[in-house]
């Protein structure tokens, strides 16, 4: 059972866990950069185009409140004009509407990037239970919206509060001022506070956006028996590959065995150590081995051999040599090719006289087989 500290979740996010919130669509998102820089692109837009802006609203607010006689008694007229200049209206206020447009488009790349989550876009039903709704109204972080919005108010109102109290004589010297030199002056006023505005949106955004990313790694973080849990996924249960690692050594091991009887000699320690065998003129440059293992495994190989007659040979250091330098499959080392080459030697003499009916030749003293020097590991290779 785990422990209650391992139940805690105390872990930072794992890559694959942040992964599979971004396929659900649960993405870091603040409300306040959007606001931000919508705010400030409009503002931008405004400052860049001000003059262009003023001039061409002023062409069309004369065009709308100028026509001729005749229009004033024609039916479709006015409707006519009014249509006119609304899509004038829409046409000089398309470079700010479009920037603002980008701008609320660019945010979620600020945060994480380009997401298109389908899973996102399914329909929740569960946000239809009215418990939930409740809960979700009286939850920490509805209250911690709350407050949010509440601060963003009164900061947006100091702010404003502040601009027109700076700017009170400038506002009101404005009723005295002709027409021409009111609109610019006031429109010059309006671009300050709305400066002054991004300016604290910009300050609202610079908390907002990384308590949000907070929050958001704090909602993903993990037990530390979620993290032992996913490394399993990942890497796979230890147990089963250890299991498996058994069933491929078994069934290697039971090829092995098999060619055995395929060998042409086995060279053993007695006991501890068996090697086989086999070369083919034809198809071989040098003998390779096609067994080999120590005590039981080394035990199974000679009874094999004796079952099916494969010669046995007992020559402990060539033997511990073999098994040490030479792998199952593979070419026995250019070093002890002499060794070997005795050997096989003595067994195709041994098959000679064997099929010739003529009495067994004396057995192979090991003495008689030299094995190169740092090739045989010893005693030491038993244990």
């Not at 060998?263 to 006991?271: G, M, Q, S």
């Given at each position: 059972m785990a422990e209650e500290s391992d139940l805690e979740r105390t872990e930072p996010p794992s890559s694959r866990r942040l992964e599979k919130a971004r396929e659900d669509g649960q993405v870091p998102q603040s409300r306040e950069l959007m606001a931000f820089l919508v705010m400030a692109a409009a503002v931008g837009g405004f400052w860049a185009l001000g003059g262009w802006l003023t001039q061409r609203a002023g062409d069309i607010l004369r065009q709308g409140l100028s026509f001729e006689r005749d229009a004033a008694f024609a039916s479709t007229a006015l409707t006519d004009a009014f249509g006119a200049r609304t899509l004038d209206g829409l046409l000089l206020a398309s470079p700010v509407l479009l920037l603002t447009i980008a701008a609320a488009v660019a945010t979620p790349f600020v945060l994480h990037g380009w997401l298109f989550s389908p899973k996102a876009l399914a329909p929740k039903f569960e946000r239809l239970d009215p418990l939930k709704g409740v809960k979700r109204m009286f939850s920490l972080n509805s209250i911690s919206e709350l407050v949010k919005a509440v601060l963003k108010a009164l900061l947006i109102g100091g702010v404003i509060y502040w601009v027109v109290v700076h700017q009170q004589g400038p506002l009101f010297a404005l009723i005295a001022q002709p027409i021409d030199t009111a609109l610019p002056a006031f429109g010059q006023m309006l671009i300050y506070a709305s400066v002054a505005l991004v300016a604290g949106l910009a300050a609202i955004a610079a908390v907002d956006v990384p308590f949000q990313l907070w929050r958001y790694y704090r909602g993903l973080r993990m037990t530390k028996e979620e993290v032992r849990q996913e490394n399993k996924e990942l890497e796979g249960d230890p147990q089963l590959k250890a299991r498996i690692r058994?069933?491929?050594?078994?069934?290697?091991?039971?090829?092995?065995?098999?060619?055995?009887?395929?060998?042409?000699?086995?060279?053993?320690?007695?006991?501890?150590?068996?090697?086989?065998?086999?070369?083919?003129?034809?198809?071989?440059s040098a003998p390779q081995v096609v067994a080999k293992g120590m005590n039981l495994v080394a035990d199974r190989i000679r009874g094999l051999a004796a079952e099916h007659r494969v010669p046995v040979v007992e020559v402990p250091p060539l033997a511990r040599a073999l098994h040490r330098h030479a792998e199952i499959g593979d070419q026995i080392p250019a070093a002890l090719y002499t060794a070997v080459a005795e050997v096989l030697a003595y067994v195709y003499q041994l098959d000679q006289h064997m099929a010739s009916g003529g009495r067994t030749p004396p057995p192979l003293p090991p003495s008689a087989i030299v094995v190169p020097d740092g090739l045989d590991p010893g005693i030491s290779a038993v244990t």
């Open positions: 058994s069933q491929q050594r078994e069934v290697a091991r039971r090829r092995m065995m098999a060619d055995v009887p395929k060998a042409d000699v086995v060279v053993t320690n007695p006991t501890h150590f068996a090697v086989a065998l086999k070369y083919d003129r034809d198809r071989m």
